[in-house]
Structure formats: C-alpha cells, structure tokens
C-alpha cells in the first residue's frame, strides 16, 4: 500500500496541472471505490478552481475554491496519472475518475483493485473527519522530535514496529519504511516501545526523516503498482537495506551470511517484517 512517500509523489506531480486550474470537466466512470464516491461528486467539482493540494499522512487533499475539500486515498493500487493537453490517451478501463482543466491537462485516477477512495467534506470540517481526526503526527515535520516520538511511546506494551505502524503515533508510514527506518536506527522491531527512551527515539526520529527523505528523492517505491503521475516508476526499491531482502546481506556487513542466515524475515502482526538480528538490537 502506498506510503508518505508515495502519497507525496502524486501530490507534487499533479500539483503543476492542478493547482490555480479551473475543473472544467470532471467524470466519475466508477464510483464503487473502498467507500463509494459521493453523489454529486462531478457537479461539486465542476467549475471550481484548485486552491491548495495537500497531504495528510497517506491520504491527498485537494482544496477547492468554495471551501470544499477531496479527501484522496490510493489504497493498495490506486495511482493517479496527470498529462498535458497534448498527451491525453483514451481512458481505461481502470481509470475511475477524471478531471480536466480549462488548461486542458488531464488527471486520472487509476485503481484496479478499487480499494481507493475519493470523499468530499469542507475545509471547516477537515480536521475532525473520520479519517483525518486521529493521525499522529507528520514525520518530516520539525516539530516531531526525540521527545515527541518518546512521549508518544510511553507506556506501550507493543513491539516497536507496531507502535510506528498505527497511524495514531506517527501519520503516512507503513511496512516497507518502518523496516527500513529501524534498520538505519539499528533497533529491533521486536523492541518493546515504551521503554525505548530518549536516545534511541532522537536516533529513530532522524532515521525516519533520512529514508522519507531520500524516498522522495526517489519518487518513491515502485514494488507494484505505484506510479508517479508522469507514469515513471519509483527508484527507493534499489536502495532496500532490508525490506524483501531476507538472506541477504544488509549494507555494510561483515558477518558470515552463511553461518548467520543474513537479514532475516518475520511475521508481526500478519505483515512481514525484515531485520538484520546482528545489527539492530
């Protein structure tokens, strides 16, 4: 399922064909999404002018111009493709939402699977909406710090890799940058959270702030589904350190692959879970 980086990928990539544009066309070819897209969905849009294009954690936000907001989720395929007037291929048969612009570029949304979402709600109502009301908070943000991350793990009888993977800890991380982060951090994800303390936590939050960083330099991973809204897939998978790379040697190791098993692979929590047991304690 796409992750920050990802997310952030599509809104950077459409925001040079959405933003300040006018929708002058807006069709819903399928609206039986994870929550079907609300009635009315093309009518609301249609003629309304792109003010801002934000992210959430894993989930889009496209303000319009009478104060409501799309509320955008790629569930586990969706992608959304942006191309210029002169570059707009017929639709398929995935592609379940289109908005046009009175530049005449195209956005689309694209989700075989159909575990996306595309909901409506107001920028009055934004921070309270289901979805969005009880996200933790962003990870690139400055304010999320060592102590911030401490505090939020304080008291927990999880593992850590299941405290950063609920949303309510930390907003927009999934599988593949949790492993990758407590790899950089040199942390067992089978650490107990709420006795990680100050140190460690300062060290996994700058961890964490490396890898997104350098994802999105990436245009994040491209494992599947994900594309950026150019069609070019995402690079961040060449870099692995850890993540589906179970028997391998982690980056900079020294140690005998063949007496230790290499990075080693578990499951937590019915996801996989990939560690180097040498290196992270």
């Known amino acids: 399922m796409p992750e920050l980086p990802e997310v952030e990928t599509a809104r950077r990539g459409m925001e040079p064909f959405l933003l300040g544009h006018r929708l002058t066309h807006v069709e819903v070819r399928q609206p039986l999404l994870r929550w079907p897209v609300p009635a009315g969905f093309a009518r609301a849009l249609t003629g309304r002018r792109v003010t801002t294009l934000g992210r959430r954690g894993k989930y889009l936000l496209i303000h319009l111009d009478d104060d409501r907001v799309v509320i955008g989720h790629l569930g586990m395929s969706g992608s959304l493709a942006a191309r210029p007037g002169s570059n707009r291929p017929p639709p398929d048969r995935h592609d379940h939402v289109i908005l046009d612009t009175e530049a005449g570029a195209r956005v689309t949304f694209h989700d075989p699977r159909r575990f996306g979402a595309l909901l409506l709600t107001t920028g009055g109502a934004l921070a309270a909406h289901p979805l969005l009301a009880h996200l933790g908070p962003e990870p690139l943000d400055p304010a999320f710090d060592g102590p911030a991350l401490a505090a939020r793990l304080a008291g927990t009888r999880r593992t850590l890799k299941a405290a950063l993977l609920d949303q309510r800890v930390v907003a927009g991380l999934g599988n593949i940058y949790v492993s ?51 069609g070019e897939r995402g690079y ?26 290499g990075i080693q692979r578990m499951v937590q929590g019915g996801r996989s879970t990939y560690f180097c047991p040498r290196r992270q304690r």
Do not use: K, W
């Open 180 to 230: 990758e982060s407590l790899f950089r951090a040199g942390l067992s994800p089978r650490r107990l959270a709420g006795g990680l303390g100050a140190a460690r936590a300062a060290r996994l939050v700058e961890s964490i702030r490396v890898v997104l960083t350098e994802a999105l330099e990436s245009g994040g991973s491209t494992l599947r589904d994900h594309r950026q809204p150019n």
């Open 236 to 261: 961040f998978q060449h870099a692995f350190a850890v993540y589906d790379r179970d028997g391998q040697p982690c980056p900079g190791c020294t140690c005998d692959v063949v007496v230790t098993g």
